[in-house]
């Protein structure tokens, strides 16, 4: 099992954008802003169990850098996101992989490890619903808009405006499965959680979910 959990961390740059000239707000690309120079750094928690095991738990901070930009082919801007890794704040950082992020009229496209997943849909709205997946070439995947405009605290930050993506949730007798990423406006992405537990499956153990 490994759950993630990525926490907003002190020393990251607020920013405001104008990405259209329809009004930003109500369409909700507040949530996704993309500009030039902004950073956020995240401190992450991973803890992986294994039965009859100890739990093993790493933490890490992971730092986000809107590098440059340059044209897609539909011809709007697509940015380039590197981020680097440390274990410990008194390290300095290094490279761990360059995604790439771009938003269109209607779409917030995140490109991580060559996978595009749309991880918003415009204008943002309450029970939204859409395929995370609709522009690679895995499962269908349901993405909901599980919360919106909804202050939060993260990280001894509170954030006034937030809105929380629900991407999968299920419990069954052989896994539990939950992912969520919630965004805040004029920031972007603040938190994400995955959780993966797959259970003990052995005539012995079945439905103990162990």
């Known amino acids: 099992m490994k759950k993630l959990l990525a926490f907003l961390f002190v020393g ?13 707000q109500s369409a909700g690309y507040e949530y996704f802003p993309l500009e030039k120079g902004n950073y956020i750094v995240y401190d992450v928690t991973a803890t992986q169990y294994a039965i009859a095991q100890d739990s093993t738990t790493s933490r890490y901070q992971i730092k986000e850098v809107v590098a440059d930009s340059f044209p897609s082919l539909d011809g709007l801007a697509s940015f380039r996101i590197e981020r680097f890794r440390r274990n410990t704040s008194d390290q300095a ?7 790439t992020a771009r938003r269109t009229i209607d779409k917030a496209i995140r490109t991580e490890n060559n996978i595009p997943y749309v991880k918003l849909t415009f204008p943002t709205y309450l029970d939204q619903r859409w395929n995370g997946n609709q522009l690679n070439g895995l499962d269908e995947k349901e993405y909901k808009v599980s919360r ?13 405006e937030t809105l929380t993506v629900l991407q999968e949730s299920k419990s069954t007798e052989i896994d539990l499965v939950n992912r ?25 153990c079945f439905g103990q979910k162990k």
Not at 12 to 24: G, I, M, R, T, V
Not at 148 to 160: D, L, Q, T
Not at 189 to 199: D, G, S, V
Request: charged residues 20%.
């Open 148 to 160: 919106i405009h909804e202050s939060m605290g993260v990280g001894g930050n509170n954030f006034p």
């Open 180 to 204: 969520q990423e919630t965004y805040a406006k004029g920031i972007g992405l603040i938190r994400r959680e995955r959780t993966e537990l797959y259970y003990c499956q052995s005539a012995s």
């Open 93 to 99: 950082w290094s490279i761990d992989s360059v995604w």
């Open 12 to 24: 990251l740059s607020f920013w405001a954008c104008n990405p259209s000239k329809n009004d930003p």
